[in-house]
């Protein structure tokens, strides 16, 4: 049975977010661009990081040697997938170069938006 919203999005000729709700690109949401043929072309809308400053720390994080960013992920948020949120927390575009270096700390944080009281 098809997804009544996705059905919707499809008749009014929107672009649709097929991603999953913990992606990172998730809540960029799509745009549409219409190519000089007339061609539709849907895409991601830019994903702004947010300033480390303004996530919650959960926990510090010391790098042992072998560490994996997923690992890591898996051990602390819970979701290998999540490997990115740390990378947001520790400002890096490389993220495996968070590992390289035994003894480093990393910040886990919670995602942007969400606050714990």
């Known amino acids: ?7 919707l999005l499809q008749a009014s000729s929107q672009p649709i977010n097929n991603l999953s709700p913990t992606s990172r690109y998730y809540p960029v949401g799509t745009a549409t661009f219409q190519k000089s043929d007339g061609t539709n072309v ?8 947010p300033p480390p400053e303004s996530l919650e720390l959960m926990q510090i994080y010391v790098v042992k040697e072998g560490d994996r960013l997923d690992n890591i992920a898996t051990a602390t948020i ?3 997938g999540q490997f990115w949120q740390i ?7 490389a993220p495996e170069e968070l590992t390289d270096h ?3 700390v990393l910040r886990i944080t919670q995602p ?5 009281f």
Do not use: F, K
Not at 42 to 49: D, Q
Not at 112 to 116: E, S
């Open 87 to 93: 990378a947001d927390a520790n400002v890096t575009i």
């Open 102 to 104: 035994p003894g480093s």
């Open 1 to 7: 049975m098809a997804d009544p919203l996705q059905t």
């Open 42 to 49: 849907a895409y991601l809308r830019r994903r702004v990081i």
């Open 112 to 116: 942007a938006g969400i606050r714990t």
């Open 78 to 80: 819970g979701d290998p």
